[in-house]
């Protein structure tokens, strides 16, 4: 007698671990009292392999127990025949309902020791041999046909099971993939359903005329081992014969093989069981939900008569390629689905491999979502096949190739767990097991193939892969299911997806483009050839067409879309942005069709695209955060021209980004200013930064500390578009450098700065403007602190005081940029405020700005600037205010145009409904300026007062009709005129 230690621990080895094990393989006969009968170690080791070892010797055991006489020559076979022994303990460690068919069937076992299985296109032959079949006509009935068909069933789906799991057990085998086993299943489903036909031909006394169309996953050829087979029913002539034939193939087919679900036909279990061609036609026109052209995406004729099928498919094609022209279509498709996942129960959501979320119903919704919008001007993508529809989309440019190919890996990937699920018991399942079930994780695990790795066990890996397809199934789903342009395309009717170049024209004169030839020629060039890029542009365009079209310049934003385009042409990431994020496309075709700055900057800034889609990222950007990003990226150069080149790229992408949000609404006026300023802030800080530290390493060493002193609209932060940097530089000496020195040092800095920074390019101009300096464009570049209190104790004039009331320091040295602030208080705010000489002199030299610097045919009253009204009658009348009051009301010293009117309104200087008045010119003036400038792309203070250039402008501000928003600002700066004319002038 064996150690029943010792023979536990070998029967272990091989992963057999129940008590009885090593009594059945003593049965047998591959083991005695000294372990493996030399011969069978094949056996033992393929046994070792099998998905569950334990399942696998029972099942064999059970064979034997069946057949004693014919074991032997399953022994024999199994251990001389590689092929056989891999298909047949694969089976039988995989499935208990194919061991139970195995056990009945005896001599069933043979079917998998050929060389070559039965070939898919050979099914239909078999299993009508099975009832003895001729012309479609069975000789046999009734119950032998039934039990004759199950059997011939069965053994061809041993045949294809063995085939999909012998690789896992024998690796020498030709490897099945889920794309062959899913063709196999379907073969096999299609011959029976032929084979069920035949009988029922035979069982109704009539001729029929009927065709048995596919849908679903047989439609689609990609069944499950376990699944209603749905189908429709087609008659002709005689429908009571072809009704009766239906009805008994149903009853057969049932019976012997699968369920066949005929409940997608019109109106359901209500509706007739077979109608007409114009039967189904006149239901479909009228009466069809959206779900049931969704069903019919799969449709195919497989069974009866092929003319009769064709034909009702050449009806209902059509059909199925218009629905998507229906109303909320695809908010019908998308509360199906919603609809779909509330059936399925909470504590169930998260292992339901069908209907949960992140299971096999979001890859197909999605996929068919896609394909009925997409696919009514694209016949490419008119597949029944989910893995072949998802090739096609993202071969066709319609989703991102890497999006494509992920998806259908996992839907690959549930498909096959779903596979061996139902392997086990020829039953119905879609659930995954639970966490806790380690057992039947493990045995599902070695089903698949998987393998222990890095200390987690198979069963560790399958959940960990089970949950990263998952995810990653929902986080796609929800982009593309969810992809705002798909609403979009859907709503461009088929017929403008397919236009004559004569129609067009027309279609896009109707939409509202004034050179429709030019517009024809722009998207002729966009979508000419079979680039990927043109088969994506081909799926924008019907939708960007009529979005440019709702724009103010449709013509110059199609225009400027063809410029991007090209430009970006290489950008690999451009045009995906554009596909998969609906509100990019239509922000875009906003800027494109509204402003002529925004194309220039993005095509040199492109990466801001991608923030269209992202309010928060696109209007809240943290100011610090700008400048240290960009003074970062300055000092990682150390090439001078390549600092400032860093910081004027920097620059334009933030100018962008705030044109964008501008433009788009997400940001308030004073916001946009502060958001320029503080860029423009950040810019002088980083050239500053970087020239000194090139001109430190070649003069030997630092000879002044040098500070930035902001004045005019950068000193209180209101900033336009194309507005220079007023500015004045302070310098000291550092220790032990006389003063002379510092101030050539200084003076090459700030040439530097000024020359680096102001060099052309196609950006708008970066320009460091000195001259309200002491003594103007005479003076020196840079003066020491005490050089400039000396002159502004002996030599400054009213002006000169009038425009330090806006001074700042914002870069250089903090410290020394204090104490000029302190230097110049009592200049800006003079003891006792101005004498009456001194006032008159500023209303002098406001009336002379007033007469001499408005431009030749400019209109007073719509020029920002310089008009009645404008930016320059709030400004100096607030700066007055604060030349008179602000030494005896403090809360009057800020640089800031509104935060002055609104504390010269608390300290009882200015009327409240005054304030309210200048403040909301002020606003108005600044606003239109801005939208002005990035309307025409460049700097300009008139508002346009006829052509697209108005009715941009005045979209931007939020009118639709042009003369009601000029009517607006006349009326608004006519007010704070009135106004200005009594505070300024009136002592």
Not at 94 to 116: H, I, M, N, P, Y
């Amino acid at each position: 007698m064996s150690d029943p230690a010792r023979g536990a621990t070998s029967v272990a080895r091989y992963g057999l671990t129940y008590g009885g094990a090593e009594q059945e393989l003593r049965a047998a006969g591959w083991w005695d009292d000294r372990g493996v009968i030399a011969g069978t170690e094949p056996i033992m080791v393929s046994l070792s392999r099998a998905p569950d070892p334990d399942l696998t010797l029972r099942g064999l055991d059970r064979m034997r127990a069946a057949d004693p006489d014919g074991w032997p020559e399953v022994s024999r076979a199994l251990a001389d025949d590689p092929a056989l022994r891999g298909r047949l303990l694969a089976v039988l460690g995989s499935s208990t309902a194919l061991a139970d068919f195995l056990v009945a069937t005896q001599g069933e076992w043979r079917r998998l020791a050929k060389s070559e299985l039965v070939h898919p296109d050979d099914f239909t032959a078999e299993l009508l041999s099975t009832v003895d079949a001729t012309d479609g006509v069975a000789a046999i009935t009734g119950r032998a046909a039934i039990t004759a068909l199950r059997t011939g069933y069965r053994g061809l789906l041993l045949e294809v099971a063995a085939a999909d799991l012998g690789t896992v057990v024998e690796p020498s085998l030709p490897k099945s993939t889920y794309d062959d086993t899913t063709g196999r299943l379907t073969a096999l489903a299609e011959a029976a359903l032929r084979a069920s036909l035949a009988v029922a031909r035979a069982q109704v006394d009539a001729p029929v005329d009927l065709a048995v169309i596919a849908m679903g996953k047989c439609g689609g050829r990609e069944l499950n081992y376990v699944s209603d087979v749905d189908v429709i029913f087609v008659g002709d002539g005689d429908l009571g014969a072809a009704t009766r034939a239906a009805s008994t193939m149903t009853t057969v087919a049932g019976e012997a093989c699968f369920e066949v679900d005929a409940a997608l036909r019109p109106e359901g279990k209500a509706g007739a069981l077979v109608r007409t061609i114009d039967g189904h036609a006149a239901y479909y026109s009228r009466w069809a939900h959206t779900w049931e052209f969704q069903a019919l995406l799969k449709a195919r004729p497989v069974a009866g008569d092929q003319e009769l099928g064709e034909r009702y498919m050449d009806v209902v094609r059509p059909l199925v390629w218009a629905a998507a022209n229906r109303d909320n279509f695809v908010t019908d498709v998308r509360d199906m689905r919603r609809r779909v996942e509330d059936h399925v129960p909470a504590e169930l959501t998260e292992r339901e491999l069908k209907l949960g979320r992140g299971g096999l119903r979001d890859v197909e919704f999605a996929v068919q979502l896609l394909q009925l919008v997409h696919g009514r001007g694209d016949p490419e993508l008119r597949l029944a096949s989910t893995v072949d529809a998802l090739d096609a989309l993202g071969a066709g440019g319609y989703v991102a190739r890497v999006d494509a190919a992920e998806l259908a890996e996992s839907y690959r990937f549930l498909r096959t767990v779903e596979h061996r699920l139902q392997l086990r018991r020829l039953r119905r399942t879609h659930l995954f097991p639970s966490e806790q079930d380690t057992q039947e994780l493990r045995t599902l695990a070695r089903a698949i193939g998987m393998k222990a790795v890095r200390g987690k066990s198979d069963a560790q890996v399958l959940l960990a892969e089970f949950r990263r397809h998952a995810n990653r199934i929902r986080r796609l789903h929800e982009k593309l299911f969810y992809r705002p342009l798909l609403e979009s395309v859907a709503r461009v009717p088929t017929q403008e997806l397919r236009l004559t170049t004569k129609e067009a024209k027309a279609r896009l004169a109707a939409l509202g483009y004034a050179a429709p030839d030019g517009a024809l020629q722009h998207i002729q060039a966009l979508t000419t050839g079979v680039s990927r890029r043109a088969a994506i542009q081909t799926t924008l365009l019907p939708v960007l067409l009529g979005l440019i079209a709702e724009t103010p310049d449709p013509d110059g934003g199609l225009l400027a879309y063809r410029r991007v385009s090209e430009a970006l042409a290489a950008t690999p990431w451009y045009l995906r942005v554009l596909r998969d994020e609906g509100a990019v496309v239509e922000r875009l075709a906003t800027l494109l069709g509204t402003s002529k700055l925004v194309p220039d900057l993005i095509v040199r800034a492109p990466e801001v695209l991608r923030l269209l889609g992202d309010d928060r990222a696109l209007a809240s950007r943290d100011p610090e955060e700008v400048a240290a990003s960009l003074i970062s990226a300055v000092n990682r150069h150390g090439y001078l021209g390549n600092a400032v080149a860093a910081a004027r790229s920097l620059r334009r992408h933030e100018l962008l980004r705030v044109a964008c949000a501008d433009l788009l609404g997400l940001l308030e006026v004073r916001d946009v200013c502060a958001a320029l300023s503080n860029v423009w802030t950040a810019v002088l800080r980083a050239a500053l930064g970087a020239v000194e530290r090139a001109e430190s390493a070649s003069a030997g060493g630092r000879a002044a500390e040098i500070a930035v002193i902001a004045m005019g609209r950068l000193g209180g932060a209101e900033l336009a578009y194309s507005s220079d940097a007023d500015v004045m530089f302070v310098c000291e000496p550092a220790p032990g450098v006389s003063t002379s020195d510092a101030l050539r040092y200084s003076g090459r800095v700030v040439q530097s700065v000024r020359r680096l920074l102001g060099a052309p390019s196609q950006d708008p101009p970066l320009q460091v403007d000195v001259d309200l300096r002491p003594e103007g464009r005479q003076g020196p570049l840079a003066r020491t602190l005490e050089s400039y209190r000396s002159y502004y104790a002996q030599w400054g004039e009213v002006w000169e005081a009038q425009a330090l009331l806006r001074a700042k320091p914002v870069a250089g040295n903090e410290e020394l940029g204090a104490r000029f602030v302190e230097m110049i208080e009592p200049v800006r705010y003079p003891d006792g405020g101005l004498d009456t000489a001194r006032v008159r002199e500023v209303r002098r030299i406001k009336a002379r700005v007033d007469t001499e610097r408005l431009p030749r045919g400019a209109d007073p009253t719509t020029h920002t600037k310089l008009g009645r009204g404008g930016l320059a009658d709030v400004e100096w009348t607030l700066q007055l205010l604060q030349l008179r009051h602000a030494n005896e009301l403090p809360e009057l010293r800020t640089t800031s145009t509104v935060d002055g009117l609104a504390a010269a309104g608390r300290a009882g200087v200015l009327d409240p409904s005054d304030v309210d008045a200048l403040t909301t010119a002020w606003l108005l003036a600044t606003r239109v300026r801005n939208a002005a400038t990035l309307v025409r792309g460049k700097q300009t203070d008139q508002v346009p007062t006829s052509g697209r250039e108005l009715v941009a402008v005045a979209s931007v501000l939020g009118y639709d009709d042009p003369g009601e928003f000029l009517d607006f600002y006349r009326r608004t700066t006519r007010r704070a005129r009135s106004i200005i004319e009594h505070v300024f002038y009136d002592d």
